[in-house]
């Protein structure tokens, strides 16, 4: 599994200035107060849009006498009803309309950037990441489509060891914005992957590559998403596009090998299921099947010529070299007998290869008994007798 990053960086948004409200002198109680006597004159005018204003800015007033910015949910929730319906009432084309965004946007960005500060922590305190969720919840209903507030809250229930939570808020934010970012996509997607649920991430990463096909975190993203589901195929084509844009990167080099070797092998093992059940098979999977493992072949050539002092990449390369010669090997008796010379040369040719890898290996490691025990099969099926002697005599 390709490993990347999740979950970084955050904003401070701005926002206009506040404008001024003698609301804010009132008591909690004459708040309410005041709400109730509007709700008495709304049912009796409920065509009048100032008044659903009115009822709006006095119910975020009363949202924000409440400390926690749980208590905030309710009035918060009331106050964008009555707002949503003062919008309707005005026609969305009237400077009072204007007004009513306006308080709209003050609102969500005063709880958005209360986020941001409990989300990365004050000087001389701890981030707290439940705090940080509450403002960013807030912030959302008062702009339910605000991508930022919902990839920020994930952010923080993810901080906060909340994974499932932050799932489902991006799942809500999926249906409720008409277009989501790639951004948010990526991060559903990757929680999808890191809960074990390959499928949906990469339904959800195939739908943010709509977005921004030159994305290559996202593509990064996807092609782990195609490892972990089982979709070789889709994943080498994601990283050769990787590589061909960071050709230096030695784990995408090292995953498109693996990758290849992982298809070539299955190929190579139903193969060989095949003849087991005496099926017969077509000239053209066999061809198939070599052709993928030549290429992988290519691949991990390349990585051991570019990167001779690394010893994971020698020790990939070695067993690569093994594991084909062994099913090359077990092919071998379940063919006819004009293609068996064939199959020999193919096995003794990918043998031999791997000798130099497990020799400077072994001689690096003199204590790895496993290294001196595959370097003993493998002269002993060579035939190479006295280096398999030297081998054993390591064991």
């Not at 072994?362 to 595959?374: G, R, V, Y």
Request: hydrophobic share 35%; aromatic share 8%; proline share 4%.
């Amino acid at each position: 599994m390709l490993a990347f990053g999740f979950f970084i960086s955050c904003s401070t948004l701005q926002s206009s200035n506040p404008q001024s409200a003698s609301n804010k002198t009132l008591t909690e109680k004459e708040l309410k107060q005041e709400v109730s006597s509007l709700e008495s004159r709304i049912s009796e005018a409920p065509d009048q849009p100032d008044l659903h204003f009115e009822k709006g800015k006095l119910l975020t007033e009363l949202a924000k006498k409440q400390k926690l910015p749980t208590n905030r949910v309710t009035p918060y929730t009331n106050a964008r009803q009555a707002l949503e319906k003062a919008l309707q009432l005005y026609n969305d084309s009237t400077e009072a309309a204007d007004q009513v965004k306006d308080l709209l946007n003050v609102t969500w960005s005063l709880e958005h950037n209360e986020g941001v500060k409990f989300f990365q922590g004050e000087s001389d305190q701890k981030p707290d990441y439940e705090r940080a969720s509450a403002h960013f919840n807030n912030a959302t209903i008062i702009i339910p489509d605000s991508a930022n507030s919902y990839t920020m809250r994930a952010r923080a229930l993810y901080k906060n060891q909340q994974s499932q939570k932050a799932i489902g808020v991006l799942e809500k934010a999926q249906k409720q914005i008409d277009s989501p970012p790639a951004e948010l996509l990526e991060q559903l997607a990757f929680l999808y992957l890191e809960n074990d649920d390959p499928h949906k991430a990469v339904a959800v990463y195939e739908e943010a590559e709509s977005f921004s096909d030159q994305n290559l975190n996202l593509l990064h993203g996807l092609s782990n998403a195609y490892i972990n589901a089982g979709k070789h195929q889709q994943a080498i084509v994601l990283l050769n596009q990787l590589i061909e844009n960071e050709p230096q990167n030695i784990i995408y080099a090292q995953t498109l090998g693996t990758e290849l070797f992982f298809v070539g092998k299955s190929q190579l093992d139903s193969i060989f299921t095949a003849l087991e059940n005496g099926t017969p098979l077509e000239e053209t999977q066999f061809d198939s099947a070599v052709t993928t493992v030549e290429k992988a072949r290519e691949q991990f050539e390349l990585l051991a010529e570019e990167n001779p002092e690394n010893t994971d990449v020698q020790k990939r390369t070695a067993n690569f070299y093994y594991n084909i010669a062994s099913r090359y090997q077990n092919l071998i008796p379940l063919v006819a007998d004009e293609h068996q010379e064939q199959l020999e040369e193919k096995m003794t040719n990918y043998l031999s290869a791997s000798i130099p890898f497990f020799e400077r290996l072994a001689t690096q490691n003199q204590q790895d008994q496993k290294l001196w025990d595959q370097l003993y099969k493998i002269y002993s099926i060579l035939g190479m007798d006295e280096e398999a002697q030297n081998a054993k005599a390591n064991l």
